[in-house]
């Protein structure tokens, strides 16, 4: 009967941690509301080579517009579910290009979302980054 006094302070530790741990997982939770960003203006921001980058796409259903150092590019939008898509170029100029792109949005605010992407099939070299809704 006394070893089961010395335990119970233990168990209710122990208790008290795991419901506690319970807890603050189930208040942590992703927002993940990517459909509003199927479509609309977009702004990404980059540092490349020391120098921050910034390039402008639209986007609609099917399709995706970019400007980026005064040129314009396009790809075709397939989205595979509601939180990832894949980027195909229309007229790529190297073999670097003709590679699609997956995108996967990993959680999202009111304005912009962050996300990882990838050459396809390479997903040893996935790269991460925050898009800003504009329009």
């Known amino acids: 009967m006394e070893s089961l006094n010395v335990l119970r302070p233990k168990i209710s530790l ?57 040129k314009i590019d396009s790809a075709s939008i397939r989205w595979v579910n509601d939180c990832e898509c894949i980027l195909t170029k229309l007229n790529p100029v190297s073999n670097q290009d003709k590679r699609p792109v997956q995108i996967k949005i990993l959680s999202t605010t009111a304005d912009s979302y962050t996300f990882e992407y990838a050459i396809v099939g390479k997903t040893d070299n996935k790269q991460r980054g925050t898009i800003k809704k504009i329009n």
């Open 14 to 70: 122990y208790l008290f941690l795991i419901v506690g741990l319970l807890c603050f997982n189930a208040c942590y939770n992703v927002e993940r509301d990517c459909l509003k960003f199927h479509t609309g203006e977009f702004e990404f921001s980059t540092i490349v080579n020391g120098t921050l980058k910034t390039s402008y796409f639209t986007r609609s259903d099917k399709l995706e517009i970019e400007t980026y150092e005064g």
